[in-house]
């Protein structure tokens, strides 16, 4: 159980270009879902809390017109990368956190951008 | 505010050997605390986290993690190294309620045969 999925796990674009990326919980109801972005051999930096039916939290430093996240439903979270270019190249990772264990968090498998 | 620092971007251990990854943390409030594992081009994978129970806690592939609050530690540690054990591995605290986790810079572990 407690299974997050992420699609698509690997995509390339063209610069100024958007790219959507969807986070699933597949076999729970998650209030908050949370987005990170890991460059190479680095630690996860967190982007954005995203709580269903609410504006998303964005950290310092995140561009909100960047990087537009939508939470409509429990159980799904999209981030878009509006006008990629390649310095949003990246791993990007969303977790989720069930409504009952708000102390859990679970992983996505992440999705590669590379950005031409 | 709160923080994580991770001892060592590098270890290296032998197969069969004890394995120790140190974790330090900065928290203004009671934290909680997890290990994760990361294998290449994968997301994370939760090891073990403390929630202030007990504070020695086991995980899973026979890890462990003692929370040292007088030291502000909370190190990982496994008895015997296995090859698959090979991964990177990430520290990360939290307020009570999880939310808003701050991951350390993350310790590469290697198993040498």
């Known amino acids: 159980g407690a299974v997050v999925s992420q699609h698509p796990s690997w995509v390339i674009c063209k610069s100024g270009t958007s790219v959507k990326i969807e986070c699933r919980s597949l076999d729970f109801q998650a209030t908050t879902m949370f987005w990170y972005r890991q460059f190479p051999k680095q630690s996860l930096m967190l982007m954005a809390t995203s709580n269903e039916g609410s504006k998303a939290t964005y950290e310092q430093g995140v561009e909100k017109d960047k990087f537009l996240i939508n939470h409509a439903s429990l159980t799904l979270s999209t981030l878009t990368v509006t006008s990629a270019h390649p310095e949003d190249s990246s791993f990007y990772i969303c977790s989720a956190s069930p409504l009952d264990r708000a102390d859990t968090q679970y992983f996505g498998p992440g999705t590669r951008l590379t950005v031409l | 505010a709160q923080s994580v620092t991770q001892l060592g971007s590098h270890v290296s251990v032998s197969e069969g050997a004890l394995v120790l990854l140190r974790c330090n943390y900065s928290s203004s409030v009671p934290p909680y605390l997890f290990w994760y594992v990361q294998y290449p081009n994968q997301g994370l994978q939760l090891l073990l986290k403390?929630?202030?129970?007990?504070?020695l806690v086991k995980g899973i592939n026979g890890f462990e993690a003692e929370f040292k609050k007088s030291e502000t530690s909370f190190h990982l540690t496994k008895p015997s190294a296995h090859m698959s054990d090979a991964a990177e591995y990430f520290c990360a605290v939290s307020g009570a309620g999880g939310f808003k986790t701050i991951f350390g810079a993350g310790t590469r572990l290697f198993v040498k045969a």
């Open positions: 403390y929630t202030s129970a007990a504070t």
